[in-house]
């Protein structure tokens, strides 16, 4: 399991149902050597942390990019609540099962509007993770939970307005495709 920490990687301390997703700039161009890459702002306003890993009461946040695309860099800047006597360091955001960004680490206490950000995206290999595949259909899929379960079968925490999350996209080679998946970043699901 790869968990990603304000402190491990020492990076500096309403999602409206439809979800927002916006390209931030433009792509870079793929050479021979390397893959091509654009930046993504996914804003996860409102969203919320209800059970442990796994739970049918966790939203669960799909981002379509594009199969055989990957996710190299992340970045954060987040308002974090907790509700009753919930920890802001049980809430996590879990990258397709392959990494877990726990942004309160070592906040073992209840918060309300308390801020964390990244200071940047933070490269993924660069810090001796690997890089995030998406899913056989595209998607790249977000789960929202809770290490400890406070409230059962109620919401633990929740991102306050303006959360966003900051994604670096590669894509192995330029052409159509690219075009098509810039076209489509507005596309997401989800669900709980």
């Known amino acids: 399991m790869n968990t990603i920490s304000v402190l491990t990687i020492g990076a ?10 916006t390209s931030t700039n433009e792509p870079v161009a793929a050479s021979d050597e390397a893959p091509a890459f654009f930046t993504i702002t996914v804003d996860i306003s409102g969203s919320q942390f209800w059970d442990t890993q796994g739970s049918a ?16 860099g992340i970045g954060w800047d987040l308002t974090l609540t ?9 809430a996590v ?3 397709q099962d392959e990494i877990y960004l726990t942004p309160a680490v070592g906040d073992d206490f209840g918060v309300t509007n308390a801020q964390y950000f990244s200071g940047g995206i933070i490269d993924l290999t660069d810090n001796g993770y690997n ?8 998607f790249l899929n977000l789960e929202f939970y809770e290490v400890f379960d406070d409230n ?41």
Do not use: K
């Open 93 to 95: 955001i879990s990258f």
């Open 82 to 90: 907790t509700v009753g006597a919930s920890w802001a360091s049980d």
């Open 12 to 21: 500096c301390a309403g999602l409206a149902l439809g979800g927002q997703i």
């Open 152 to 192: 059962p079968a109620a919401i633990d925490a929740f991102f306050e307005a303006d959360s966003v999350l900051y994604l670096s996209v590669a894509y192995p080679t330029p052409g159509s495709t690219v075009a098509l998946t810039l076209g489509m970043l507005c596309c997401s699901r989800r669900r709980r």
């Open 131 to 138: 890089n995030i595949h998406v899913d056989p259909d595209g």
């Open 57 to 72: 009461f966790n939203e669960i946040l799909s981002i379509y990019l594009e199969p055989n695309f990957f996710v190299t």
